[in-house]
């Protein structure tokens, strides 16, 4: 199938290593001081820290994290996931919506999103009549993304940093987008990867959570 052409969106607030069963402000500085441990500090203060301007992702390998890292061109963050279109819901024929994306985000060296490969390997329905071979719907995805990412130049696994950002593609929201989790009004305090659904929050150190 061709590339999905992606649509620039402004932020809005709008889960897949794949699971094949599931049917901007920086924080104030300390100005004059060492900035304080997280152990030191209140829990209200650690729960309460905003997205900030640049958000940490730490690389896990063989875990949903495993394919993000730096290449000569700046940061990647790559994934094969499953998702809906905006608006779909859960009745009749849900299986022909559900699509499989090999996806490849690219920023530059200071996080900043630059483009998106965002590739359609085929939908639930298509891998429930073909589920094993070569030519299944997640054996299409996994080999698109190799191919992505054998395309990026000096490619190095590892760590990233990057800005949050939203793009639309066949009718799918990507994109890191910055929520609000906790209740009451306030700043948003976490940062949701989409289509994804694995999101990041205090104390910003990369790790994130289901």
């Known amino acids: 199938m061709a590339n999905q052409l992606v649509e620039l969106l402004d932020p809005l607030t709008y889960r897949s290593k794949y699971p094949f069963d599931d049917p901007v402000q920086l924080p104030l500085p300390y100005v004059g001081q060492s900035q304080p441990s997280e152990a ?3 829990t209200s203060m650690v729960l309460a820290m905003a997205v900030p301007e640049i958000v940490p992702i730490a690389h896990e390998p063989e875990y ?3 394919t993000i890292g730096r290449y000569e061109g700046g940061q990647f963050l790559a994934s094969v996931t499953y998702a809906f279109p ?4 859960l009745g009749d024929g849900w299986e022909e919506h559900k699509r499989l994306y090999a996806v490849l985000h690219r920023f530059d060296s200071e996080g900043r999103h630059i483009d998106s490969d965002i590739w359609c390997a085929g939908t639930w329905a298509e891998q429930q009549r073909h589920p094993y071979g070569n030519d299944s719907v997640p ?3 996994e080999s698109r993304l190799a191919e992505m990412l054998d ?5 190095e696994y590892g760590d990233i940093a990057i800005r949050p950002f939203q793009l639309a593609a066949d ?3 990507f994109g ?3 929520e609000r989790h ?3 009004e306030g700043e948003d305090d976490w940062a949701e990867l989409y289509p994804d659904r694995f999101g990041f929050s205090a104390p910003w150190d990369g790790q994130y959570d289901t």
């Open 171 to 173: 009718g799918v929201i």
């Open 40 to 42: 030191s500090m209140p």
């Open 64 to 66: 949903r994290t495993e």
């Open 182 to 184: 906790e209740e009451g």
């Open 176 to 178: 890191l987008i910055p």
């Open 151 to 155: 395309g990026l130049p000096q490619l």
């Open 139 to 141: 054996a299409r995805a």
């Open 86 to 89: 905006n608006g779909v819901s």
